[in-house]
Structure formats: structure tokens, C-alpha cells
């Protein structure tokens, strides 16, 4: 069985307040985009886990995909089995595109298939946010506004037709950093640009925003002339995907998309032209 992994931008993210148990409460416009990974899983005999990858994601049993497999396993009975998994990497890892978290809610949904166990989307994101505030996302069609943690999410339709440049220069940044050092909460006006989004309007991409980008950006100041640089060719706005370092620019038409990328492409380790994904 073969899946594709699609990565994931934040248009614009909020935090609203530290929580007592560590986490924060967010309010964020998540699209899926274009890039993805590709899953392969089969099943095997042995009842074993095995697992293969393009890049090294470190000890396999702190990897989503090993933590999927297990969770369903533990609800799957007599169903479950033994899987080989193949993964190739396309999405750059910590670099606030969700890589992990569709990788687990794509083998959620593959071991769902598999094994039959006939879980519903509602019963799989629940699963899934036990995993992480990300995944419930992965179990949609569509944009959301995610609030809470992430988990509960509104699902809505992109009606403006937005052309990203995503770029990533290989920095790694650490999630918790940047939320343990961000101080500006709760002043975008995420409902305005989500209504904005969904009646094709865009002016609201100006109102795109993440409260971390200023954490990001001092911290790590050499993503600042990526940002600078996607403006200066053509950007109407540009912004750090997450807690980065993901940056992408938007543009309005293709032809300035594809200036900017043959401007861009050789000068950063990862430089792509993406599609938001709204089926």
C-alpha cells in the first residue's frame, strides 16, 4: 500500500496562552500543500516492525510512524500483523511542516485499510492527538483553523488562489525554543483572514502573521535574508511556516512564482513551487 504524506503550511499562527500542563493554546490556519512523502507498507508474517528510510530519523521507536503502528496494533486484536515500511523523505525535517505528523496519521490510515479495522475519520483524529496536536489535521480534505493545541480543527475551503514558494536553508529549530521564548499572544485576527480565504479575497493575505517569526528570525538571523529575499522577487507577503525554518512567499500569479523560483533555486538548499491541496 502506498501513501503520500502531504506536508502542511501555517497561513497564519497565534498563540493564545500557556496551558498548566506545559502546552499552549493556539489558533492557527493550517494548508496542506503539495509536498509530500511517499509511505509504502505491506504486511509480513514475522509479526515484526521494520522499517527503512532515505535520511537517518534516529531511534526508530521514537519515530511517529513506529508510534502509529503500535497504537493501532494495541486496538487491532488478532487483525494486526507484522509491516515493512518504506519511507522516502521529501518534506525537510524540524523545519515546521508537519513531516512527522502526516507520516503517523498516513500509516494510521494505511493500518485502518489494512487490518479492517473500520475506524471512522472522527475515531482516527482522536487517535491521532494522542500522538501529537498536529496529526487530527492529516485526517481532513481541506484547510482548517485549528484551535486548542491544534486538535480541534474547522475545517473551510480556500477560495483565493494563492502561489507559494516554499524554502527551507537546512537550519533545524527546536519547537520547544521557540515557544518557550515567544511572548506576543493573541492579537491576529485569524477568523477575519479565514473568512477573507474562503470568499477569495486578498487583501487578507497582508493580515498573515506567526507570533514565533520574531523568536525565528532573531535566534536564527540567518533565515532573515531568506525572507528579505523572497520579497525582493516578488512576494506580496512572506512568512515562517511553524516554529520554522521553513520560510514561503506568496505570490499572486504564476509567472511571478516562476520568476522567483529561477531566481531562488540555486541559492538554498531546498526550494520548491507548491500547490495548496483543498480536495
Not at 76 to 96: F, H, Q, Y
Not at 175 to 185: C, D, G, M, P, R
Not at 215 to 222: G, I, R, T, W
Request: charged letters at 25%; one cysteine or more; proline letters at 3%.
Amino acid at each position: 500500500m502506498i501513501k503520500k504524506c502531504f506536508a502542511k503550511i501555517n497561513l497564519s499562527l497565534d498563540i493564545i496562552s500557556k496551558r498548566p500542563d506545559g502546552y499552549h493554546n493556539i489558533d492557527t490556519l493550517m494548508a496542506r500543500i503539495s509536498l509530500y512523502d511517499k509511505l509504502e507498507i505491506e504486511k509480513t508474517t514475522d509479526g515484526k516492525f521494520s522499517y527503512e528510510s532515505n535520511v537517518d530519523l534516529g531511534d526508530v521507536k521514537d519515530n511517529l510512524i513506529f508510534k502509529a503502528y503500535d497504537l493501532m496494533k494495541s486496538l487491532a486484536g488478532d487483525k494486526a500483523s507484522g509491516i515493512r515500511v518504506r519511507l522516502t523523505k521529501n518534506i525537510p525535517v524540524a523545519a515546521g511542516l508537519a513531516g512527522g505528523s502526516t507520516n503517523c496519521a498516513e500509516t494510521m490510515k494505511a493500518l485502518n485499510e489494512m487490518w479492517g479495522l473500520s475506524l471512522t475519520t472522527k475515531q482516527l483524529m482522536d487517535l491521532g492527538a494522542k500522538l501529537g496536536a498536529d496529526i487530527p489535521f492529516f485526517f481532513l480534505d481541506r484547510a482548517a483553523r485549528a484551535t486548542g493545541i491544534g486538535e480541534i480543527l474547522e475545517p473551510f475551503r480556500i477560495k483565493t488562489p494563492l502561489k507559494v514558494l516554499l524554502v527551507n536553508d537546512g537550519t533545524n529549530i527546536s519547537s520547544a525554543h521557540v515557544y518557550k521564548n515567544t511572548k506576543l499572544f493573541g492579537h491576529i485576527k485569524t477568523g477575519k483572514i479565514a473568512e477573507g480565504l474562503k470568499a477569495g479575497d486578498w487583501s487578507v493575505v497582508s493580515d498573515f502573521e506567526n507570533v514565533m517569526e520574531d523568536v525565528v528570525l532573531k535566534d536564527f538571523p540567518q533565515l532573515v535574508p531568506v525572507k528579505e529575499n523572497l520579497i525582493k522577487n516578488g512576494a506580496i507577503k512572506a512568512l515562517v511556516s511553524g516554529s520554522g525554518a521553513s520560510i514561503f512567499g506568496v505570490f499572486r500569479d504564476e509567472d511571478s512564482l516562476n520568476r522567483a523560483f529561477e531566481n531562488l533555486k540555486d541559492s538554498y538548499k531546498f526550494a520548491r513551487k507548491v500547490d495548496l491541496i483543498d480536495d
